[in-house]
């Protein structure tokens, strides 16, 4: 009989979660097909980690890591940075481009009424 620990279920429950908001985004639009195999993906191994987490045990060793659980958070904080670059990349392009839309604005002469 399979037994799960407590952190097992609230961790599946919440991924479980998570995929599904990836896959409301992906049929509402807000979301691209590559996006949505990212993050959807991503949740997905999540989720085989929590179950099996002696998998993460084999690609840490693979990696020259002792523990999964540190290949996990090691994986987690690039993935966050890696993240936040591109997050920063997006706001430095949308503040150039209102740059240029606010200019364009303020150049073009006012109809008369």
Known sequence: ????LPVQIVFSLFLLFAAS???????????????????FGLFILAIIGVFKPELTS?????LGINRGSDAVIYASILLLFYLIFRTNVLLENLRHDLTKLVRTIAL??????
């Open 1 to 4: 009989m399979l037994t799960f």
């Open 21 to 39: 908001r990836v896959w409301l985004r992906l049929k509402d639009g807000s979301l691209t097909l590559t996006g949505f195999f990212f993050w």
């Open 58 to 62: 084999i690609v840490a060793l693979k």
């Open 108 to 113: 073009t002469p006012l109809k008369k009424k």
